[in-house]
């Protein structure tokens, strides 16, 4: 009991029969459970008025005025307890029944848990959700206000409704989960839903609502056509949250909830990939630093220190010595030549494409000097920041199968090259399982839900000029599961459909294998128009006047825009629907 009440952020004090003072330490409980196996010991003394009292307690005392000459009784005087405490359980009738019930529970539980691992177990069945009701107004509000004036469903009950275990969920509040890739495992055998992608034509600087559609399309599959539907999208990066863009949650009655949460710091992932990404960063200048500033004999003595008398060499390094193509085993039996070969990178400044990053739009540290503190001995270099989602590691958590593949892509990141022209990668600074660490928890897809209470996984945010952008196949794969043969899930491809759509294509499908049955192409007013020669768009100035009033003349010339976008997404022979 203890345990658990600590892990729910209370301050517990244990104490026993023989603590000094124990009426008053009992005094200063909230929520007192007393389980002393000592008949009616707790008086109103140590009950601090108001307190929770919860008796575990359960004993026999003398009482001649009942046919078996005794009664069952608690460790509390009920009696005079009631009078103090705000709430109290019975001996009989309090903890007993809550113990059979919570058993009838766990059985439930793993009766549930054990036929859905059996081989023939079909989660195509429709999802018992409890749908969210819109209260739409006029005018419309804006988006934080809408999102804000409706209450979402505890996270827990929509991953019940789903069909998610618990020992598969990992809390993070109240509104807000991850999930574990073990739920791949129980539902290898069920069979895929319907698999859409929603991309966009040329969209202007404003963006074009593929993300409101998307939440808008899977909030009509599922609170209204009562499809089991999940929306997959990607993390919204920082710096075009506080920048002109905005957030990525959607809009108007269409958006992922709690929405300040999505927008910010969610349950951790960029800023996981912030780390690992400047880890090797770090990782990268001082193995330049100490190459430049010791001997072959001190390097070798730092990277193969000895331990308990024994110097050996760890995996990675014997992966290294795999590369070099030297097939010795032992340190000791390496040449003095193979040694320096071995701990020398060599590694060529001016070839160096590893950043350092940061989540946020910070224009002074597009171009920076690094190594200026005298403690660097005059070895420095102009470095930069780019922005977190830039970061390759971004791109490999969205692309990546399982955990050990991504210690494997991970390990073959180059980072620059060495003066003899050979590339220079993660595992050979011996990092990558450092990085692997702490990027071990944001492989897990992220659970939230829509305003009207269906599920949506947030996962990974790679931009789609420098990488692919598209949310993790991971997200995907677990929802394509969940949702069953008749349900569908709603991904989302970043940018217009000639970068995202066709990355989801030809990056993201060739990896996850998986095929969409449909492209829902978002294509609007606005956006048309200035295809057809109208003012151009800029962020942050007054929208021209032609795009907020009827002008037939540009709109139907910027169709030739949409009809492109159309033609290269049937080349990939899939069915198109303009949304």
Known sequence: MSLLL?????????????????PSVAREADILVVAAG?????????????????????????????????????????AEVKEVA??????????GPMTVAMLIRNTVKCFKELVLQQPDCSMDTEWKMRYLPLKPVRPVPSDIVIARNQTPKSISVLAEEIGIMDDELE?????????????????ENNKNGNYIVVTGITPTPLGEGKSTTTMGLAQSLGAHLKRNTFACVRQPSQGPTFGIKGGAAGGGYSQVIPMEEFNLHLTGDIHAITAANNLLAAALDARIFHESTQTDRALFNRLVPVKNGVRTFSSIQRERLKKLEISKVHPEELSEEEKSKFCRLDIDPSTITWQRVIDTNDRYLRKITIGQSATEKGISREAQFDISVASELMAILALTSSLEDMRE????????????????????????????????????????????????FVHAGP???????????????????????????????GFGADIGMEKFFNIKCRYSGLI???????ATVRALKMHGGGPTVTAGQPIHSEYSQENLELLPKGFVNLERHIGNALKFGIPVCVA
């Open 171 to 187: 809390l993070y509040g109240s509104h807000k989960a991850k999930v574990s890739l073990s739920i791949l495992d129980r539902l």
């Open 38 to 78: 000592c008949p009616e010991m707790v008086t109103k003394d140590y009950i601090k008025p108001g307190a929770v009292v919860i008796d575990c307690g359960i004993s026999y005392i003398p009482d001649p005025t009942k046919s078996s000459g005794r009664r069952l009784v608690g460790d509390i005087k009920y």
């Open 463 to 493: 931009f789609a000029n420098i990488a692919h952008g598209n949310s993790s196949i991971l997200a995907d794969k677990i929802a394509l599961k969940l949702v069953g043969e008749n349900g569908y899930v709603v991904t989302e491809a």
């Open 86 to 95: 705000g709430w109290v359980t019975p001996v009989p009738g309090g903890v």
């Open 6 to 22: 600590i892990k729910r952020n209370a301050t517990v004090t244990v104490c026993h029969t023989k603590t000094v003072d124990l």
């Open 516 to 522: 969409p049955n449909c492209v829902a192409m978002v």
């Open 409 to 456: 892509r991970i390990g073959r990141i180059v980072v620059a090259s060495s003066r003899g022209g050979q590339p220079v990668t993660a595992d050979d600074l011996g990092v990558s399982g450092a990085l692997t660490v702490l990027m071990k928890d944001a492989i897990n897809p992220n659970l939230m839900q829509t305003l009207e209470g269906t599920p949506v």
